[in-house]
């Protein structure tokens, strides 16, 4: 989420302004997925889906193994044709066209790379392919090796690097050709935690200066955050929610997007009234009363559920001026110590279980609120979202 | 663990037991051997029991001894250079040897690269299918082919049934029927090693090939094959050594003129009776395949690395 401050300021110019060419009715998508069916015997992968990625666009493809993610990347670079529907890349329809004639260029999850041939020559490869001078291909290579910070190692086998610089030298091939779109897939699930999280700057800072369109698979929902302008979250064939991390975040779609994305607390309940913009939902497993703002999604009698994220959801000692509403008490179950905050379960009397997620401001010497201790939740009315499915 | 590190008392001599049985089955099987022919080649022809001269007869004791390697002679390896006979056996065989290696790989090649693509339920059927002919007699196979190739044989009625010849060929016996012999009961020598390389090559390899222009038959070139050399070395050796001195085919299937080094040392040793010069053929037969044994050590040492 960080990672997002960096991104703001991409649509270049001196105004900071968003980057949003998916809001703008008249903006051309670069690649575009038209009704796309691509079954494996009885198993459909990717189930009548359409999409616009638009150019420029750090685009996100997320979602559990097994959601199609992943067919989906290899049908744009050219592994697999669709069973039905088409694949546009620049108005241009790539059903048909071989992988090794697409203007794609793929970071496998595995690196890929060719053991046979140094780091310079796997970079070359793609260049000699087409036809390139020599000349060309060496001023191009030693471009990229420096842009990966590799130059040391042109010489070097795949064997005698390490995972971090293997994950450079693919990401360098891969990108030596300046294709129109760059597919990523995976490409950092290799790396350990820190490294991967400083690649993800990395691949930020690279996609903004390069002004190339990126598309990157993963499973990994804090990866697509930080990275991606859009995320499309999928499940079985199907896109769930396509939206920025921010929206995803908080204004999750359904309880698959919600769950998926972060933690989440989800009430089920009874929509009792929706006027003036806010819904009312008499809450059954914690006979909690909850008003939440919304923009019509919930009508009258909807069997509808309240999704709230921990950090959403303060916690205190004394109860709070008007218990009725977005208040529940309860006891202290766990208290789960993750460093930068802690997440508190409270067990409420009908036995369902609310998180609540605590900044630590202060070193811990002595919890303010401990095990057992009898607590109030309160939260706002812009608190959490009301989903209907 | 205690018990398997070298510090471990009293453990000793079963390490030392479990290095030497592999050395000890050298030393008796190969080394001894090797010295009794190599001992005989410097020996002389006698009419006698054994045919040679000296016999190295122990019981005389050690002065005795060191007479009879007196007698000891080089006339055998010259003999060797004198008569061209020998020259062109060695070369003849080592021409044989080493067009049919290349025709086992090119046939072998296909055979393998099919084996490595086909879908993952097959290949052990066809690794089986490679091996079968194992389970029959190698002797009686090359027989097979004596029935398949003779003038009368299956081939020439097929061919002359079908119209295509109107004479029988002449095949048998040949030296084309000896390539046929050699690369068929080579061909499993080769396909092994290379179904082997190949079944472990990463398929995403030729994704990315192909995801930087390369298309199939150019990444095969750029990818497939130079990643199969250690088994292409790996099968090229284990049939080209053993086929220079191969003598069954060649005696069965060859005609008068296939000259192969192991027909003549059969000839040297049981049709004249000559174990001394025959042993020099071997000694020198062995010294001339250590060459490529020892390329072959270093191509291995190479791919493991």
New interface residues.
């Given amino acids: 989420m960080a990672g997002k401050s960096l991104t703001a300021g991409k649509s270049l110019g001196p105004v900071r302004r968003a980057f949003a060419p998916w809001n703008d009715p008249a903006a051309k998508p670069f690649i575009q997925f038209q009704n796309v069916t691509k079954t494996f015997g009885d198993f459909t992968a990717v189930d009548d889906l359409s999409l616009n990625i638009y150019e420029r666009e750090f685009f996100a493809l997320l979602g559990p193994s097994g959601c199609g993610k992943t067919t989906l990347m290899r049908m744009i670079a050219g592994f697999e044709e669709p069973t039905s529907g088409h694949v546009m890349l620049d108005g241009q329809d790539l059903v048909g066209v071989p992988p090794y004639r697409r203007p794609t260029n793929m970071m496998f999850q595995s690196y890929a790379l060719f053991p046979h041939m140094n780091v310079w020559d796997n970079i070359a490869f793609g260049l000699k392919q087409d036809g390139m001078a020599k000349a060309d291909i060496a001023t191009r290579v030693d471009e990229m090796l420096a842009l990966v910070k590799l130059e040391k190692f042109a010489r070097r086998k795949p064997h005698q690097l390490s995972g971090g610089q293997k994950q450079r030298v693919a990401l360098a091939r891969s990108l030596a050709k300046k294709p129109k779109v760059l597919l990523l897939d995976e490409p950092l699930g290799a790396l350990d935690k820190k490294l991967r999280e400083e690649t993800q700057f990395e691949l930020i800072d690279l996609q903004v200066r390069l002004g190339m369109t990126f598309v990157i698979v993963t499973h990994d929902q804090e990866e697509a955050m930080t990275v991606a302008d859009r995320i499309a979250l999928m499940d079985q064939g199907k896109i769930v929610q396509i939206a920025t991390p921010g929206e995803i975040y908080e204004q999750p779609n359904s309880r698959y997007v919600a769950d998926f994305i972060g933690d989440i607390n989800i009430l089920e309940g009874k929509v009792t009234s929706t006027e003036g913009g806010v819904a009312t939902l008499d809450c059954i497993g914690t006979g909690a009363k909850v008003q939440v703002t919304q923009d019509g999604g919930a009508k009258l009698g909807d069997e509808a559920w309240f999704a709230i994220r921990p950090e959403k959801v303060s916690i205190s000692l004394t109860p709070p001026e008007d218990p009725s509403v977005n208040a529940v008490s309860g006891e202290v179950w766990d208290i789960g110590y993750l460093g930068d905050v802690s997440i508190y379960h409270i067990r409420l009397a009908t036995g369902a279980t609310v998180k609540s997620t605590i900044t630590n401001t202060t070193r811990l010497v002595s919890r303010p609120i401990t095990w057992e201790d009898k607590v109030w939740l309160t939260w706002s009315r812009d608190g959490g979202v009301v989903l209907t499915r | 663990m205690a018990m398997t590190t070298t510090g471990a008392p009293g453990r000793g001599w079963l390490r030392w037991l479990v290095v030497a049985i592999p050395y000890l089955w050298l030393i008796v099987l190969f080394l001894a051997p090797f010295l009794i022919v190599l001992k005989i080649s410097f020996s002389t022809t006698a009419i006698a029991m054994p045919p040679y001269t000296p016999a190295l007869d122990l019981s005389a004791g050690l002065g005795a001894l060191w007479e009879q390697i007196q007698e000891f002679t080089f006339d055998n390896y010259i003999f060797l250079t004198e008569d061209s006979l020998y020259l062109q056996s060695y070369l003849s065989s080592l021409k044989i040897a080493a067009i049919s290696t290349f025709l086992i790989l090119l046939v072998g090649y296909p055979i393998a690269y099919g084996m490595a693509r086909a879908r993952r339920e097959w290949r052990p059927t066809l690794l089986m299918l490679v091996i079968l002919p194992f389970w029959t007699s190698f002797l009686i196979r090359v027989y097979a082919w004596i029935g398949i190739l003779k003038p009368e044989g299956l081939l020439n009625q097929m061919l002359l049934g079908l119209g295509v010849i109107s004479e029988p060929l002449n095949i048998l016996p040949s030296t084309l029927a000896v390539y046929i012999g050699i690369v068929y009961s080579y061909l499993p020598f080769m396909i092994l090693p290379l179904y082997a390389t190949l079944e472990k090559l990463?398929e995403?390899?030729l994704?990315?090939?192909?995801?930087?222009?390369?298309?199939p038959i150019?990444a095969f070139w750029?990818?497939t094959f130079?990643?199969s050399i250690p088994g292409v070395v790996a099968g090229c050796f284990l049939v080209f050594i053993p086929a220079v001195g191969e003598f069954v085919i060649p005696d069965l299937l060859g005609g008068s003129d296939t000259l192969m080094i192991g027909k003549t040392l059969w000839a040297e040793f049981f049709s004249n009776r000559d174990w001394p010069v025959s042993s020099a053929v071997a000694v020198v037969l062995l010294a001339i395949l250590v060459v490529p044994i020892m390329l072959f050590q270093n191509a291995q040492k190479k791919a493991s690395e």
């Fill in positions: 990463d995403t390899l994704e990315a090939a192909a995801d930087l222009g390369c298309p150019q750029k990818i130079p990643l």
